[in-house]
Every structure is written in C-alpha cells, then in structure tokens.
C-alpha cells in the first residue's frame, strides 16, 4: 500500500492521463438519453390538396353558348385543335303549361344541294308512344308527321329533314306546336309550344358545313 502510493507520487503526469482514459472511455460510451419524441397533431395524415388550375374555355366535345336569337340559344361544339371549325346550332327547351321541360328542339343547317335544306332533332320524353309519331304544325299551317329514330337513356329521338319550304314556315311564323303521345295515355296528345321568334336571324347566322360561329 506504501508502495502503490508512492509509486503514483512518482509517475509522471502524462502516465497519470494515460490512465485516466479508460475512465474516460467509460463515461462517453454510456447510452445517451432518447431525444423526445414528437407529438402527432390532430391532422396527422390528412391531405390538405392542391390549387388546380382553371379551365380556359370549353374543350374538345363540350357544347357552349355563344348567344342568343330571340327565344333560341347559338350553341356550338368545340372541335379539337386542328379539325375546322366548332359547328353550331340553335337549340330550345320546351316546357309544358305547368313550366316543366319536357322536349329538346335543335336545329342546324344542312348544305347545300340537298333536299334538306335544315336538319332537326327533336328529345322527347322516354315515356313517350313512340308508334304516336311526332307532329309539328306552324301557325295554322298544314301539320307534318315524323317517326321516333331511337331511344336512350336520355330520351327518344327524332331526326328531321327541313325542305326549303319548311324553313321558310319557321322564318315567317311566330308560334310552332310540337305534338306528341304519352304512352301512360295513348288517347292523349300533349302540346307544346315552339316560339319562333328570333329563328330567321339565328338561322341565316349558321354556316352550314363549316359550323362556323355566327357573328354576334
């Protein structure tokens, strides 16, 4: 024991840090403490989305408005990117006496040269009795009758040929009467009325072919 501490009196300092590493060593290899962990928020994993930017404009096989003609809309289709230009028509919701929209009336012109000078379609009702046929009357003139094409989801469907003669009862007439048949009363015929008002001015603004918009 005299010894020891005279021996530890007589090293040198550097003998004695040499020494104290091993302590040292000990100390700096302990575990250190865990760093706090942190608390998950109320909103932990929700989404809070994303800004979209807007569409600029309708896109290809949209229809949209570009104005009106009295009591007919100018409704055209957009067209992709360089297939011509955006076709267009002049359309009209009928209503019924209680002001309910029971049919779609959609006019457009055909090219020249042909016996149609006009083509139609007409949407009606999926209850309607499609053997009842369509008919349409302007003024007080004679009634014309058309057959149902077919049937969707949507409605049924008359397409209509417009001689010349037939456009000119629409551009000189103010009033047409749509007729139809329900099939919950076939004995039945509903009336609706087609105002022509504005018709010659949306009319003569069409292109035929060419779907070209018509200047305002």
Known sequence: ????????????????????APLAA??????????????ATPDEGLSMGEEVPAEEGPQPGQTY????????????????????????QLYQLLMDQDGNPVSEFVVFKMPEGGRAAAGATVITPLETLLTGQLTIKVDDGAAKRYPFSFCTPIGCYARLGMTNE????????????????????????????????GFT???????ADTGAVPQQ
């Open 1 to 20: 024991m005299r010894f020891m501490k005279k021996t530890l009196q007589t090293l040198p300092l550097v003998a004695l840090m040499a020494l104290a």
């Open 166 to 197: 037939d456009v000119a009862a629409f551009k000189r007439g103010n009033m047409a009467t749509v007729t139809l048949v329900p099939v919950t009363a076939p004995d039945t015929k509903v009336n609706l009325s087609l105002s022509l008002t």
């Open 65 to 88: 408005v570009v104005g009106t003609s009295g009591d007919w809309q100018v409704q055209c289709t957009k067209m992709p990117e360089g297939e011509g230009t955006d076709p267009c």
């Open 201 to 207: 001015a949306g009319f003569d603004g069409l292109e």
């Open 26 to 39: 000990q100390e700096t290899d302990a575990a250190p403490e865990a760093a706090p962990t942190e608390e």
